[in-house]
């Protein structure tokens, strides 16, 4: 029997492990910028949403940003008018979405399972590398998650627990949100391929359900659907503009089919996902080899509660894989799922040596892996970091920074792995709190100035002076946000000769006061070399001003050039 003391230990364990794992996901909220991938441009339509009042037709700087729905940036710019600081409210959305699939996992687990199952689907989906990263970055997918995640939560409900209509209206309208928040939300109604399966295949005596439950189910998924798509269309549909005629093909037909059935970007082979699972799913991947013939067994036995997670996940995997433009993202919602399948059988997999031993030693690497790196960092010549700090506009003052955080992390971790003894999930979920802390803390906050390119536009802004009128070409998202004053920009996918001839014209309107500031590798022939200014690096490329005097006077860009660089 437990000791009085342990039992008390026991009592108190589970509370403060959660505080930790919160304490994680919260930490470095409002310490740093929006940087690349995504989150500038999200941040900067959201801005421009509450500067203007236009909300329904987002936009990157004077073009309309056609590339996605605009929930997401509904979402920050209703942070900032709650919080008033845009450090924190870009970051907001993906925090609370987290959250919620936390509990929402627990709670399916709970009601599926027992209430011995909840700590390891929270705990498991917690440990995996993938939901703390998406849950700390101003991207669509952790909200996506969210969203799917509570539409599985309500349908899983409705077809195994209580068949309420008003379960299955809200599965079908977190779905239906979900679609208009990115195109793939609709997932969770693939759940009901493996329901009609069981239903066949089973004996099980399962909750009776009614035809009329249907028009319920579909009023919910056009309901969700419509908070963006009949405004939209409504004043699409009925306006002049050519451009929003655009933007509404754009929206509903190229980022939904085409991007899909022939994606022209982020093209990967068909085994691009297993490679996803081996490293972002990490530690949990590291159990298939026990999970997997558990899960098998259940399923053979047509257990509707492991039918329905499983191979509705197996579908989503499916589905991303047919597909030529893959993303490590794309199968997020997967995870979810499949850590409250796992749940009931984690209790029994941990008491396994072979298990035990798996974890011991996948955090003994993650400690050793950063130990030595933030060893090497604090250790190696500036000559021997070059490659590391090359074109990202780091000094080796960051680079001496996120060298103490990882071996305080290193340190930290060992302490935490040392107390825990034989506590292999304590240990798991601790240290994993400390790396998500050292991350929040340190590592973002060390590089954020360099590569949200808050260093760079600084830099820009005392050059040029604060009198100054600023212009760019070949800019990304990030220097339109951290300039220090507005800025006058000719479009973001226009042709380079047409910007070009934009610039040419607002440049000598006021040689004397106005400056471009552009790409290094994307200068035109009507540019002076000699009166160009190299203003820094930043995002792995070079940056430069030059004055309106920098123009060769009688000089026009050929119709026929174009800049002969690369997408970031």
Not at 315 to 331: C, D
Not at 460 to 484: F, K, N, T, Y
Not at 527 to 538: E, F, T
Request: overall charge positive; glycine content about 6%; aromatic content about 12%.
């Amino acid at each position: 029997m437990l000791s009085a003391r342990s039992r008390h230990a026991s009592r108190w364990q589970t509370p403060l492990l959660v505080a930790l794992m919160v304490w994680a996901l919260l930490a470095g909220l409002g310490l740093r910028e929006p940087m690349p991938a995504d989150e500038p441009r999200f941040v900067l339509a959201a801005q421009t949403m509450v500067e203007t009042g236009q909300w329904l037709f987002p936009h990157r700087g004077i073009e309309l940003y056609a590339e996605k729905p605009p929930t997401f940036m509904w979402l920050q710019a209703t942070s900032y008018l709650l919080v008033r600081s845009w450090d924190v409210a870009f970051l907001l959305p993906s925090l609370l979405a987290a959250l919620l699939t936390l509990w929402l996992s627990g709670d399916l687990a709970r009601r599926l399972w027992g209430r011995r199952a909840v700590p390891y689907a929270v705990f498991g989906l917690f440990v995996c590398l993938q939901f703390a990263l998406q849950a700390k970055r101003a991207q669509i997918d952790m909200v996506l998650v969210g969203m799917t995640t509570l539409s599985l939560w309500a349908l899983l409900r409705y077809l195994l627990e209580t068949p309420s209509a008003w379960l299955l209206a809200l599965g079908t309208f977190a779905a239906g949100l979900g679609t208009v928040t990115k195109g793939v939300g609709f997932l969770p109604l693939l759940v009901f391929i493996p329901w009609l399966w069981v239903r066949w295949k089973s004996a099980q005596d399962l909750p009776a359900h009614r035809g009329v439950h249907a028009l319920a189910g579909v009023a919910g998924f056009l309901l969700g659907a419509g908070v963006w798509l009949v405004p939209m269309l409504s004043v699409a549909l009925s306006s002049s503009d050519p451009a929003l005629h655009t933007y509404a093909r754009e929206m509903l037909f190229k980022q939904t089919g085409t991007r899909y059935a022939n994606a022209w970007h982020h093209v990967k082979p068909a085994w691009y996902y297993l490679q996803t699972m081996l490293t972002l799913w990490l530690p949990g991947v590291l159990l298939a080899p026990w999970l997997l013939p558990a899960w098998w067994r259940r399923l053979r036995r047509v257990d509707a509660r492991y039918a329905l997670l499983l191979v509705w996940a197996l579908l989503v995997l499916v589905f991303f894989s047919a597909s030529p433009g893959k993303r490590e993202v794309y199968i997020f919602p997967m995870l979810p799922a499949l850590a409250v399948a796992a749940s009931p059988l984690l209790a029994g997999l941990l008491r396994r040596r072979g298990v035990r031993a798996t974890l011991w030693a996948y955090m003994t690497v993650l400690v050793a892996v950063a130990g030595a790196l933030g060893l090497w960092l604090l250790t190696a010549s500036p000559e021997r970091v070059h490659a590391l700090v090359d074109g990202r506009g780091m000094d080796m003052a960051t680079v001496a920074q996120l060298s103490r955080w990882l071996l305080g992390f290193a340190v930290v971790a060992i302490a935490v792995m040392l107390a825990a003894r034989r506590r292999v999930a304590v240990a798991l979920v601790a240290v994993t709190g400390a790396l998500w802390t050292a991350y929040g803390m340190g590592f973002m906050p060390a590089i954020s100035p360099d590569s949200s390119a808050r260093a760079l536009m600084q830099r820009v802004g005392e050059r040029i002076g604060p009198d100054a009128e600023l212009a760019m070409l070949g800019w990304r998202e990030q220097h339109l946000l951290q300039a220090d004053r507005l800025v006058t920009d000719f479009g973001f996918k226009q042709p380079w000769v047409d910007q070009w001839q934009h610039a040419h014209a607002w440049l000598l309107a006021a040689p004397d006061k106005r400056w471009l500031f552009l790409r290094k590798d994307a200068i035109g022939p009507c540019l002076d070399p000699a009166k160009v200014i190299d203003i820094g690096a930043s995002n792995r490329r070079a940056w430069i001003l030059a004055r309106g005097d920098a123009w060769i006077a009688g000089c026009d860009v050929p119709s026929t050039w174009s800049a002969d660089v690369s997408e970031d």
